[in-house]
């Protein structure tokens, strides 16, 4: 394997990807497709026994990932909201679990729905306030999770700053890196315990698979995931985990160009007559320019935008372009575009985390950019023309 010590993260994606093969020199590693695997003898395996517990094709997987987490663990689950679900097991009744307003709406979903009711005590708080922060924590206060870029708003979070104070406190920090991915913001070494993703969106890039991860520096954090992704079960499957390593290796290339192109879509939406408000932390404007201009090597791919005439006129948009397909999701090769208060966020529809109906949220993909400008133009001047 190459030396990835000092090497720059295109290389790390790369070649952090693992060494040929050393029996047949294959350059990517085989799909290991066995549910189980022969012993020496009684209770002596070789590298693995029994793949719900570890399977060489994910082992690839996880290895890769943690390499460009810069993590020491990683743990690669069926989906985002799976790794999500290991997280919060790691908190008990009476322990208290802060989530930021605006997490993604099956994070609030997960923690208010299923965690709460075994007892787990879940506020939500706006984490671009400190002193609001400070305020919510409670003695029983574990866990303080961050999502920065947020969804649907693009809400930057101050890593470093919430860190040290949830730690003076005594409570873990998990980050949700899914819009950022390693290759733009790299949370653990901004003092974050846990960093973890919906490998469904940019780590896979492609929308032809659904995964979760999540990585450590911390041993005995890591030996608890580790025992609650066997102990529970929901791990991916070995073509699903070759799908996600496969795409991941070419992360750097796509996010310089999901990146540069968000821009372009963000400074064009800005300047035209139908959008009342563009939410991209790129802009000088958006109030979490300077913190992401610190932790953020770029501004990443996903764009959200009021609209002037209401929700009528939003769904409007939703209908009327072409190569922004609508569908859920984000992160991948494809441009798309959805509705959050009717889609992605209609889960939390009626709750103090509602999102309003003239908000389109896009993910920019990695079309001609010119394509991508004009496909939204005509959407918006439509809207300006009398009917
Ligand atoms: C920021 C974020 N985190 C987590 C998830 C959940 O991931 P999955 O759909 O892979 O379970 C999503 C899904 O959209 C997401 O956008």
Not at 18 to 31: K, N, R
Not at 58 to 78: I, Q, W
Not at 125 to 132: F, P, Q
Request: proline share 5%.
């Amino acid at each position: 394997m190459v030396d990835l010590d000092g090497k720059g993260f295109g290389t790390r994606a790369v070649h952090g990807a693992g060494a040929p093969d050393p029996q047949t020199g294959a350059v990517v590693p085989a799909i290991s497709v066995a549910s189980t695997f022969a012993q020496e003898a009684v209770g002596k395996p070789l590298a693995f026994e029994y793949s719900r517990s570890g399977n060489p094709t994910r082992a690839a997987l996880e290895s890769h990932l943690a390499v460009l987490e810069a993590a020491s663990h990683g743990f690669a689950f069926a989906s985002g909201l799976a790794a999500e679900d290991a997280l919060l097991r790691l908190l008990g009744p009476g322990d208290h679990a802060l989530l930021p307003t605006d997490a993604y709406g099956g994070t609030i979903r997960l923690a208010r729905r299923v965690h709460e009711p075994a007892g787990l005590l879940v506020d939500t708080v706006d984490l671009t306030d400190l002193d609001a922060l400070r305020a919510a924590l409670r003695p029983e206060t574990r866990l303080v999770w961050v999502e920065t870029p947020s969804n649907p708003w693009l809400r930057i979070v101050h890593i470093e700053a919430i860190s040290a104070v949830a730690h003076d406190h005594g409570a873990l920090v998990v980050v949700d890196n899914t819009f950022a991915t390693p290759a733009l913001q790299q949370p653990l070494a901004l003092g974050a315990d846990v960093v973890v993703h919906s490998t469904t969106k940019y780590l896979g890039g492609h929308s032809d698979v659904v995964g979760g991860f999540a990585a450590t520096n911390d041993d005995e954090l890591a030996e608890r995931i580790g025992f609650l992704q066997n102990a529970a079960g929901a791990v991916p499957g070995p073509l699903d985990c070759y799908l996600v390593h496969r795409g991941a290796k070419t992360l750097q290339l796509r996010m310089a160009r999901h990146a540069a192109s968000a821009m372009a879509v963000a400074q064009m939406l800005s300047d035209h007559p139908a959008v009342s408000a563009v939410h991209y932390p790129g802009l000088a404007t958006h109030p979490g320019h300077a913190v992401a201009t610190r932790q953020m090597s770029a501004f990443g791919g996903m764009v959200s935008f009021q609209v002037e005439g209401g929700e009528g006129a939003a769904l409007e948009v939703c209908r009327s372009t072409e190569v922004f397909t609508l569908a859920e999701s984000l992160g991948a090769v494809e441009s798309l575009i959805e509705h959050p208060a009717r889609m992605t966020h209609a889960s939390v529809a009626g709750s103090s985390n509602e999102v309003p109906g003239d908000l389109v949220r896009l993910s920019v993909g990695i079309e001609d950019v010119e394509d991508l400008l004009g496909d939204l133009r005509q959407a918006l001047d439509a809207l300006e023309r009398p009917r």
